[in-house]
């Protein structure tokens, strides 16, 4: 893991409240007129070129940048180099692909003759006799479910139940 440079440790302690868009000048240096000094606008300028200015002024810099959420400052070569890193997966991506392409067409074939294996019918030849073709399945019949266990279910008697009922529950209306 690299360590984080002068540029990622740079921290403003008193902001300046005039907006860079009301300032005189160019997109990577503008003249502020409250503190009478030039703001250096580092989200313009690549990571190479914003150190140097830092060094140059030895800290007394007026700077306008844009902080990520990770804590780095987002600084003009980041673009270029999200371009490379994407090349690079391009690159990969070109590198995988015919491997890819092969092993799945491999695999394609080899599950298609397997398929083929399954449904294949006997060659018959001039002059041979067909093979003997299998009986067909006999169907065995099934017996009528009749019930839990093979039983038939035992009588319902409604008098006894009703009578059960009205005996737990004695304050329960009647409906006749």
């Not at 302690?13 to 860079?20: F, I, M, N, Q, S």
């Not at 250096?40 to 690549?46: A, C, E, L, V």
């Not at 070129?49 to 959420?69: D, F, M, N």
Request: with cysteine.
């Amino acid at each position: 893991m690299s360590r984080p440079d002068v540029l990622d440790s740079l921290t403003i302690p008193t902001p300046c409240p005039v907006a860079w868009s009301s300032m005189a000048g160019g997109d990577r240096v503008r003249f502020c007129g409250k503190c009478r000094k030039h703001v250096y606008n580092i989200s313009r300028m690549t990571r190479d070129e914003a150190l140097e200015t830092i060094a140059s002024t030895e800290g007394g810099i007026c700077v306008q940048l844009k902080r990520r959420p990770d804590g780095t400052i987002s600084t003009g070569d980041c673009w270029a180099q999200l371009r490379r890193a994407r090349q690079r997966g391009l690159l990969a991506l070109l590198a995988v692909l015919p491997v890819v392409l092969v092993a799945q067409l491999s695999a394609m074939v080899v599950g298609h003759r397997g398929l083929e294996s399954l449904f294949r019918r006997p060659r018959v030849t001039l002059g041979e006799s067909p093979a003997q073709a299998p009986e067909p399945l006999k169907l065995v019949p099934i017996p009528p479910y009749d019930g839990v266990l093979g039983g038939a279910p035992p009588p319902v008697d409604v008098e006894r139940i009703r009578a059960e009922y009205r005996r737990r529950h004695p304050h329960a209306k009647r409906g006749r």
